[in-house]
């Protein structure tokens, strides 16, 4: 949907390492943006972007950060990763203020 | 402090029965609202939006109908089909710029019965 890729799909890592997460669009939206989803929450927004350098925190960034250096693409990083940051992860984008957002197929973390 | 509710977690209706999905919102300063549909192991898919100026808008099996007086917003689906089973979130924002954030709900579990 609107060529949204993340990568990896599934990871499973340790308590303490460093996670980096890809999402990368083909077009040439303006915005993007990183959720959580997990089990009784719906999808709760991480992080945000509206242009190349250019981000902004969502209501559950502790934990987290992020990169812009291309409008293609957004990096989310889990510094030190634990396990409450076991979650599927989604990536969208959009490409102006009033567009409805398109997702990826998501990435499924599992810190042990 | 969830600003958009979901109520219903989950929903079973018969094929070809009417399908209503619930919403309620607190905060008065959204709108613009959208429903998304999530099949297992994929991202949400953008289904229906509704801007605060209409209280209806349509696309094919589907309505959407808001009520802002009451910050309610409602999906319609009819008739309902079997691939129609999925996990419906609400989301909501303010219009322009400012407002490039979406508020979700928690999702609706949408079941259709053969």
């Known amino acids: 949907d609107a060529g949204i890729t993340q990568s990896p799909r599934h990871k499973v890592t340790e308590t303490g390492t460093p996670v980096t997460l890809r999402c990368h669009q083909t077009?040439?939206?303006?915005?993007m943006y990183w959720y959580r989803q997990d089990p009784g929450h719906g999808l709760r927004l991480i992080h945000y972007?509206?242009?190349?350098?250019?981000?902004d925190k969502g209501e559950v960034s502790d934990g987290y950060s992020v990169s812009r250096s291309k409008t293609e693409d957004f990096l989310l990083t889990l510094e030190s990763a634990t396990s409450s940051q076991t979650s599927v992860y989604f990536c969208?984008?959009?490409?102006?203020?009033?567009?409805?957002?398109?997702f990826g197929d998501g990435t499924r973390l599992s810190i042990l | 402090d969830q600003q958009v509710k979901q109520n219903s977690p989950s929903l079973s209706v018969q094929e070809g029965r009417i399908s209503i999905l619930n919403c309620d919102y607190t905060?008065?300063?959204?709108?613009?609202f959208l429903w998304y549909k999530k099949y297992p192991a994929e991202g949400p898919t953008f289904l229906i939006s509704i801007s605060s100026i209409k209280d209806k808008n349509e696309d094919g099996r589907f309505t959407v109908f808001l009520n802002k007086s009451a910050k309610h917003l409602s999906l319609h689906i009819v008739p309902s089909q079997p691939g129609d089973s999925a996990v419906y979130f609400c989301?909501?924002?303010?219009?322009?710029?400012?407002?490039?954030?979406?508020?979700f709900g928690t999702g609706t579990r949408l079941t259709i019965i053969p």
């Open positions: 077009e040439n939206h303006r915005y």
């Open positions: 969208a984008s959009k490409g102006s203020i009033n567009q409805p957002q398109h």
């Open positions: 989301a909501a924002s303010g219009l322009g710029f400012g407002n490039e954030k979406l508020t």
């Open positions: 905060n008065s300063m959204f709108d613009y």
């Open positions: 972007s509206y242009g190349v350098k250019d981000t």
